[in-house]
């Protein structure tokens, strides 16, 4: 069986953890870091690691695994690489313009990773996978169809045992996904105490209106709600909404996969809360 040529571009805790699932499933793979990161990862054997790409390095599939506010300049980096497919890991407003003029135009694969965690002062990786049915790693081509090479993809994380789902409208669903986590991350900088926000009932009431409004706000300007379920954030009342929120929050999925993240990348979380209701302001 020929193995993909992989190449994880960033190794912060979503690039590492791919990586890692990609190499045990027997891909041959490299994983780009850099400073103490690049250090730390020197000594592992089941992966290449590397401080540079080369133009000539063609590989089958690269996973451009930074964050949002990162993403143009990690592009542009890659942009006189042979490789053919890029795959990016990031939230987006579902405009791929920018990225596309800064990668070169019919090379991105869009996507979101299914997973989360952190990295200790040790450099050590902790990180899971969310359960499918919560969020698995969803990813689609930018004008809607089914290709050789999204097709390739989910193939490759079947392989690696990613939970994944192709979608068909994959700007869509992130300008949807960045109407949820938006303003779930707030929740967390707006609270005093963030490790119990759910406590903090003023944040929590504040959260269940932003996500109805935003909620309504994409409808209105006829984006297919995605998934489904975002419906009963519309049409459920206020007080179902702020519970459901208060154990979403106390839940252990919130303090793995929530709450180190909104916390940890606040630069990020402002550059997208600005993006997604700057663009919202726009089209309605």
């Known amino acids: ?30 994983l780009l870091a850099r400073g103490r990161r690049l250090e730390q990862l020197r000594t592992r054997k089941d992966i290449t690691v590397l401080d540079r790409v080369d133009y000539c390095d063609r590989f089958d599939f690269i996973f451009v695994a930074v964050r949002s506010n990162q993403m143009l300049s990690a592009l542009e980096a890659l942009r ?20 596309e003029e800064a990668a070169r135009k019919g090379r991105l694969l869009p996507a979101f990773p299914g997973a989360g965690g952190s990295i200790d002062s040790e450099g050590v990786l902790h990180a899971k996978l969310t359960p499918r049915w919560i969020q698995p790693t ?10 050789e090479r999204s097709a390739a993809l989910g193939a490759l994380f079947c392989k690696s045992g990613i939970p994944s789902c192709e979608v068909k409208d994959i700007s869509a669903w992130q300008r949807c996904h960045l109407g949820l986590v938006v303003p779930l991350a707030d929740a967390y900088a707006l609270s005093e105490t963030p490790e119990a926000v759910w406590k903090d009932r003023p944040v929590i009431h504040r959260t269940a209106m932003a996500l109805r409004s935003n909620v309504k706000a994409l409808r209105r300007e006829g984006v297919r709600l995605d998934p489904v379920w975002l419906h009963g954030i519309r049409i459920l009342p206020t007080f179902v909404v702020v519970s459901i929120l208060r154990k979403v929050f106390a839940s252990k999925f919130a303090s793995v996969f929530m709450r180190p993240h909104a916390i940890s990348g606040r630069e990020e979380m402002d550059f997208l809360h600005e993006l997604f209701y700057s663009d919202l302001l726009i089209n309605t």
């Open 1 to 30: 069986m020929r193995h993909n040529r992989i190449l994880v571009y960033g190794a912060g805790v979503i690039g590492s953890y791919y990586a890692t699932l990609l190499a045990a499933a027997g891909e041959d793979v490299s």
């Open 80 to 99: 006189g690489n042979v490789s053919e497919t890029l795959v990016t890991l990031a939230n987006s407003n579902g405009d791929y313009t920018a990225w």
């Open 138 to 147: 969803v990813y689609g081509e930018i004008d809607g169809n089914r290709t």
